[in-house]
C-alpha cells in the first residue's frame, strides 16, 4: 500500500530546499503512481534525480528525527540477531545500539512515524527506544545480510570436530628410498660465523 502523506510532504520538502523543480516533482509522481511494489523513497533513488544524503535530510526533516545512512555502517550482529528476521522485514527496522546507563535503545526505521513500532519491539526488549529514519532498501538489505550465514559458517558440532587428515599415512625417515639422498643443513647462519 503505498503512503500518499509521505509522498507529499517528501515532495514539499525536496522542491522547498529545491534539490527538485515542482515540474519535475510532478513528473515523478506521475510516474510513481504507475509502480507497483517500490517506495517512494527507493522510486526517487532509481531516478538518480536525488542524492542519498539530500533525500536522507528530507526523511529527517519529514519524520523530525536524526538520520542514518545504513550502507556502511556497522551493526552489531548478536544485537540485531535478538529480534526475528520476519518481524525487522515487516516493520524495515533495524537495531542500531543501545545507550550505556540510560537503557535506551536506538532504531533505524523506514518509517519512524508508525505507531505499531514501539508495540512490536515492546514484545523483544524493554528498553526506551529512540528512532533514526534511514532507506527502506538499505534496511532490507542490511537485515539480510545479517541473517544470512557465511560461506565458510560452520555449525557449533562440526566446527569442534578433529578436522581428518588429507593423507592417510606420514612417512618416516626409514621408510624413505634409498637412492634419493638425504640433505642436511647447518642451523648456523653464514653472516653469524664471521
Known amino acids: 500500500m503505498k503512503r500518499l502523506d509521505i509522498v507529499d510532504g517528501l515532495s ?3 522542491t522547498h530546499h529545491k534539490h527538485l523543480s515542482v515540474e519535475d ?3 515523478l509522481q506521475r510516474d510513481y503512481k504507475n509502480r507497483d511494489h517500490v517506495t517512494f523513497e527507493d522510486f526517487l533513488l532509481e531516478e538518480s534525480l536525488i542524492d542519498r544524503e539530500d533525500l536522507l535530510q528530507a526523511l529527517s526533516e519529514y519524520h523530525g528525527v536524526p538520520y ?3 550502507v556502511g555502517t556497522f551493526f ?3 544485537f540485531i540477531r535478538l529480534l526475528p528476521k520476519e518481524m525487522l522485514l515487516k516493520h524495515l527496522i533495524l537495531p542500531y545500539y543501545r545507550e550505556e546507563g540510560e537503557d535506551a535503545l ?3 526505521s523506514a518509517d519512524p512515524s508508525d505507531p505499531h513500532i514501539r508495540e512490536v519491539l515492546g514484545n523483544y526488549v524493554t528498553h526506551s527506544i529512540n528512532f533514526m ?3 527502506p532498501q538499505d534496511i532490507r538489505d542490511a537485515i539480510r545480510e545479517y541473517y544470512d550465514r ?3 559458517y560452520q555449525p557449533h558440532p562440526i566446527a569442534n570436530q578433529l578436522m581428518e587428515r588429507s593423507m592417510q599415512s606420514v612417512h618416516t625417515v626409514e621408510e624413505l628410498d634409498p637412492r634419493i639422498p638425504e640433505i642436511i643443513q647447518e642451523t648456523i647462519d653464514d653472516y653469524e660465523s664471521k
Open 12 to 14: 514539499a520538502i525536496l
Open 25 to 27: 516533482m510532478m513528473a
Open 68 to 70: 542514518l545512512d545504513v
Open 76 to 78: 552489531d550482529h548478536q
Open 106 to 108: 536506538w532504531v533505524v
Open 133 to 135: 529514519v534511514g532507506l
Open 150 to 152: 557465511s560461506n565458510t
